[in-house]
């Protein structure tokens, strides 16, 4: 089993460790968090004495920080963890299904019953949260979060540092703008 490092320590890092858990395939070392953090549990450091202690080249890395505008923070923490040459893993739910013919790049969640079907492409750094479906042929950037119940439907692209929000649907086709967020509940066809 190799040992992951989480990067955030708030509520969506709960759902991270959740994940993890389901699998056998990594062991959380410890997570990385803010002093209020840090005094609720035993297994969280500040991000200064991560910095000033720890090794970084080659560690495995998630960034366990939750995303509900778009995602500029969450890239800037990973450009910065990936400039000190740190491995970004996959980190797939049991339950969730991606099929043979689709990809996920590095540091990518895939959360509890997502699916994502045939020919789709999910890029780096991204959440695709519970319960969310990526139809076929769908291009996700970088940074994005697809929250949990949100739908993309077949041939959309979602643009880098992006938020589609809670039980969403993006109908098929649209190809959104950089930066976008949906709010919860929206339906969006452009």
Same mark, same amino acid.
């Given at each position: /089993?190799?040992?992951i ?21 990594f062991?959380?070392?410890?997570m990385?968090?803010?002093? &209020?953090?840090?005094?609720k549990?035993?297994? =969280?450091?500040s991000?200064?004495? *991560? ?6 080249k080659? #560690?495995? =890395?998630?960034?366990? =920080? ?6 500029? #923070?969450?890239?800037?923490? *990973? ?6 040459d740190?491995? *970004? ?14 990809n996920? &790049?590095?540091?990518?969640i895939? /959360?509890?019953? +997502?699916f ?7 890029g780096?750094?991204?959440?695709i ?6 139809e076929h042929?769908?291009?996700?950037? &970088? ?6 119940? +949100?739908?993309i439907?077949?041939?959309?692209t =979602?643009k880098e ?10 109908k098929?086709?649209?190809?959104? &703008? #950089? ?12």
């Open positions: /089993m190799k040992n490092i989480l990067i955030g320590a708030g509520g969506h890092a709960r759902s991270c460790v959740d994940v993890i858990e389901s699998h056998s395939l062991n959380i070392s410890f990385v968090g803010k002093n &209020d953090e840090i005094l549990k035993n297994n =969280i450091v991000e200064l004495e *991560f910095l000033k202690n720890y090794k970084l080659k #560690k495995n =890395i998630l960034i366990s =920080i939750g995303q509900l505008k778009d995602g500029k #923070k969450r890239k800037k923490i *990973f450009d910065f963890y990936k400039d000190k740190c491995n *970004f893993p996959i980190i797939k739910s049991k339950t969730c299904y991606i099929s043979s013919n689709s996920v &790049d590095e540091g990518t895939i /959360m509890h019953k +997502a994502i079907n045939a020919n789709s492409h999910i780096k750094n991204c959440i949260n519970t319960g969310a479906i990526i042929d769908v291009r996700v950037g &970088d940074n994005v979060h697809i929250a949990p119940g +949100a739908i439907l077949g041939g959309c =979602i540092n992006s938020f589609i929000g809670s039980g969403s649907v993006v098929q086709n649209t190809i959104t &703008d #950089k930066n976008f967020i949906l709010q919860s509940g929206k339906y969006y066809n452009k």
